[in-house]
């Protein structure tokens, strides 16, 4: 059996806001314009009553169901803590599962059926400010199925949720926030069929055409590194990469380009367009404390989650 001990444990910390449909005024804070704020708690409440049956997110196809109550905590006089546990999963493919005692193998329809896991979310109020954190174990996460079908809830009252992403200093303190491994440079083309009648049916798919592969610990790259590393919650642009590159001699010819990036023991191939989102992944794996059969122990990834989370709260103090 694998050691849950060596798989890889991350939070990810944002901000929600609720806002009019195509408007960006923030429904939680109070204003001239806004003078009865929306009580988060209550409309995490209703949310948390929708996904008691699982629903499926229809553009990312991300199933979410939440099956036991919230857990809601006064962790100090005046911030709350309220913690779900959902599962969620990929909806609309087929899956195998094999029993490992007997070899036997069963089969499920992704049309009817999902593979779920268990995820934590924790929340965070004070007065109108909150912070939500999401667990990430290994490769399992839950934000965007989280997000989506919350909007997709929000929909019907014209509003639309906003989380933003953050990232504290004081939380890397000792080790480098990531460490940048590999830039690939991609080149693409249009898949154009030779039918006509197929190019004015369907929406023109790009593949690649060529990868340039940059090793980003070459002395050549310094600057690439630095450029990087520099950047915090800004959103990189293939525009600004290409200055950077030409600097260093590198080529300005390519489409897109994706990062190798390492957080700790956590690996992520990107796109650059993601790159703000997951600089924000935290690292956690070597301050959980584990039980004798290697499972977390719900005490210390709580108390993680409240360090965290207070972490931007102080801040704001």
């Given at each position: ?6 798989v890889?444990?991350?939070f990810?910390a ?7 449909k195509?408007r ?7 204003s001239?314009?806004?003078?009865d704020?929306?009580d988060l708690?209550e409309l995490l ?7 008691k049956?699982?629903?499926?997110d229809e553009?990312?196809?991300r199933?979410?169901?939440?099956e036991q109550?919230?857990?809601e905590?006064d962790i ?12 969620a999963g990929?909806?609309?493919e087929d899956?195998t599962v094999?029993a490992?005692d007997?070899?036997?193998?069963t ?5 009817k ?6 995820h934590s ?16 174990y290994?490769q399992?996460?839950c934000?965007t199925?989280f ?6 809830f ?8 906003h989380?933003d992403?953050?990232v504290?200093d ?8 990531y ?15 030779s039918d006509l009648?197929?190019?004015i ?9 060529q ?13 690439i590194?630095?450029y ?10 293939i525009t ?10 590198f080529?300005d ?5 994706k ?8 690996r992520?191939?990107i796109?650059?367009s993601?790159?703000?989102?997951l600089?924000a ?10 039980a004798?059969d290697g ?7 709580y108390?993680?989650?409240?360090r ?5 709260l102080?801040?704001k103090?």
């Amino acid at each position: 059996m694998m050691d849950k001990r060596k798989v890889t444990h991350s939070f990810t910390a944002y901000q929600c806001r609720i806002c009019p449909k195509y408007r960006t005024d923030n429904l939680l804070t109070k204003s001239e314009e806004n003078e009865d704020p929306i009580d988060l708690a209550e409309l995490l409440d209703q949310y948390f009553a929708y996904i008691k049956r699982s629903k499926i997110d229809e553009y990312t196809s991300r199933t979410i169901l939440l099956e036991q109550s919230k857990e809601e905590t006064d962790i100090m006089d005046s911030v709350k803590r309220i913690v779900v546990h959902p599962k969620a999963g990929k909806a609309n493919e087929d899956f195998t599962v094999v029993a490992h005692d007997t070899n036997a193998i069963t089969r499920f329809d992704g049309s009817k059926n999902s593979a779920i896991y268990s995820h934590s979310v924790f929340c965070y109020l004070k007065g109108e400010e909150n912070v939500f954190i999401f667990h990430r174990y290994g490769q399992s996460g839950c934000k965007t199925a989280f997000q989506n079908t919350f909007n997709t809830f929000l929909s019907s009252k014209g509003l639309v949720c906003h989380l933003d992403v953050l990232v504290s200093d004081g939380m890397f303190e000792g080790h480098e926030k990531y460490h940048p491994e590999k830039l690939s440079l991609i080149t693409t083309y249009e898949d154009i069929s030779s039918d006509l009648a197929d190019n004015i049916r369907k929406k023109k798919r790009k593949k690649i055409e060529q990868e340039v592969i940059i090793a980003l610990n070459a002395p050549k790259a310094v600057n690439i590194v630095e450029y990087l590393r520099n950047i915090t919650k800004k959103q990189p642009t293939i525009t600004e990469l290409k200055s950077v590159l030409i600097k260093d001699s590198f080529t300005d010819q390519f489409d897109d380009a994706k990062l190798t990036l390492k957080f700790g023991q956590v690996r992520r191939k990107i796109s650059l367009s993601e790159f703000s989102g997951l600089i924000a992944e935290y690292d956690i794996t070597s301050d959980i404390e584990y039980a004798v059969d290697g499972s977390v122990k719900k005490e210390s990834l709580y108390a993680l989650a409240d360090r965290y989370a207070l972490t931007f709260l102080e801040d704001k103090e």
